[in-house]
């Protein structure tokens, strides 16, 4: 981007926020506009809203702002005749991009006549009906939502995409820019031995969130390293507990993958990796049990239904006040921001917490990158073994257009995958407070360019990642087994990775 | 025959002949297996087929990494005896099903009792108990899963107001109560069961012994103890068998309430077995322990009805 592009882009984001923010009227931004360059034929209604004065307005994806783009329906129309009637299906969890693209699904079936269906069901169960699918090979799903942990168990059974694209210039979608995808989610999410397993579909990533209120309340300044973030989040517990607030809220079901996550980010802030270099396991290493012992602390210091709370979970204890400070997914942030939020504007974010060194991912094993922020991301990625495979592969360009992307983006307030969808003027205009905000965003694209983790990329990483860790942290962390000692669990999760990691002969 | 003779036949004899005479001769009431053919192929295909194929896979041991399967007849049967996993499922099984039978039977048993009357209003709270079994075990674990939240479930800060428990206590959050959390779901929703079966047992029982016991005095715990248990001792064998079998392959419940945990304080064989099958896809091994659980309620439950004489 030039730098006189960069420049309008700017001024129009400007614009479009002071007028979303009332500071200028719609005569004055009109005025903006026209300077700018900007036609109302995709800048109208939509994005100027009606006469009536309403703060806050959901800039919902229905509007007109943000119409589907005409070159895309077109190319829709010209390369889906042949597969007019088709029904493509996959399986998903109800990510906010993906409830957003459901709900757009429509234009694509009024276009191309492809009908889509989207399973939208639980995390547990998208890896379950995934696995049941390839084992049998069956094509009952054209293609796989795959969370970035089952990336290398799924690798065998995808379309690389950047090959059928070349394979394929008949179906290949115009525009398509595979530069345009920020580069360290390529690599983290969706490339495996060297090629892509899927497109990036939905990025979160933990960054640290934490109440202003409290933290001023207290003369807390927001935490930059682990050892800030512990003090804090005791402080704020022994000064709020009375109050029914807690210094932090943890994702930490037992036997659930949320568990996992927590515990793989306070490994690597401890300087430790899950994987050593020779493919031994070393979450019973002393900076990683280092790093499990800050969190049997932190969960002294967290509301105790934590214990049985995932994610969802998590997020209620944020949006109910039970807690002042979470390092977690940044997805979180709209719904705090939301409309009938009790803290609508109260939660800010920054960069996640940093440890005092980490592991460099050559000492670790399996592709595992240690750094502050775990992400979560997920690919769309498309089947080998579907009976629908052009079909489906239409559908996934288009949901992976930066049109779509971006609009799925304005109608979550979640995180793109898309280096223009960060920059989309109208991304932009949203960064303030409300219902579907992005003002998180600025701090998120720093946070996947600079600080952003990946867990090992293995076929055997699923069942660990959803069995044998997170269900020796659930028995250690509730009491059920090893007195507390987290060592001694380590041990235990280590023994039976290590012994599953050499029969499966990797 | 003459034609004559024919005339005299009973009706009901020359009727159904003469209303089949579309029907090939094989269709006919000697011949009974055409009849029986689509409810067999049903039961070949979702049973018998299902069940085969568990055994065949139970036969494999699969390789994570590659999903090659290769024929080790011993390796899943060896593997379950080690596991302890398995053993604390097993007990976790027991201890479920053990003390769900008992508040069921008992609570059902007394709620029956209260409800046996012909009395006006009573036909009405009989119909209200059908009404837990209309939810989907699915909707009341996640009924049951707000309630017990220690921050702001109602019955959690019931028992936190009665002083039962500490401030914000997480009862399925911890390895000491979740099992007692997830079973006040499961005898919640199936004591009605328990309640129907009680009450249409004691309804068909003759009234004279009672009126006996009663003309010679006896009290009405005496009553119930002589005359009641005993006479309704096939219909409590019955529930039992029924809901023993049932609650041994209890999964709905853990699965959305504790998900197996803490840890696997909540662990049971089919839910140990999900875990298996859908998140490690390891399905040789899963179904192994689904074979195990099938042999456990099969001897279990045959040595039930020859002990109590149940004749299905």
Redo the contacts between chains.
Sequence with gaps: MSFKDHDKLTFIADAARDFSARRISKRDFLKKMSLAGVGFSAFNLGLLGSTRPSRNRSFGIGDAAYAQDADVTKWLKDVSGPFKGTKIRYTSEATPPTVVLDKLKGEFTEATGIEVEIEIVPL??V??KA?QDV?GQLGSYDLYYLDQSWVA?FAQDTVDPIAYYKEKPDLAMPGMDWDDFSKPLVDGLAVYDGHWVGIPFDIPIMVTMYRKDILEKHKIAPPNTVDEFVAAVKMITEAEKANGMYGTGLQA????YSLECDWTQVVWNNGGSIFTKDKKFSGNDEAAVGGLKIYQELLKNA???????TWDGQFQ?MA?G?CALVNSWDEFFPGLDADGSKVQGLWECKRPIRGASYRSPGDAGFGEIPNPAHQGGSILGLSKYSKNVDAAWIFMQWACSKDIMTRCTLGGGFAPMRISSFNDPRVKAKEVVGPGTTRHLPIVLETINNDMASEPD???W??FS??EIP??L????????YGGDAKKCMDDVAAQIDK?VA???? | MSSNTASLLPRETASPESKRGWLPSWLSSEHPFPWLFPAAALMVVFGIYPLLYALTLSLYKKNAATRKMVFAPDHNWTKILSDERVWNALFNTFLYTGIALVFQLVLGMLIALLLDSDRKGYGILRAMMTLPLVIPPAVTAMMFLLMLNGSFGVLSRGLIAMGLLPTGFSILGNASTAMAGVLLAEIWQWTPFMVLIMLAGLRSLPKEPFEAAAIDGASGVQAFFRLTLPMMSKVIAIAVLIRGIDLFRAFDYVKVMTDSGPGTATETLTSYAGRIYFGNADFPYASTIALLTLIIVIVVSSAFMKAFKVKL
Excluded: F, I, R
């Design positions: 547990e169960q890896l379950a696995t084992q168990t079901k037992s036997g659930h509301p105790p239904e934590s214990t049985n709370s204890m109910s039970q293995m076929p055997l699923a069942g959803n069995n269900v020796a659930g028995k250690l962390l509730t009491g059920q087994d599953a029969e499966a002969g990797l």
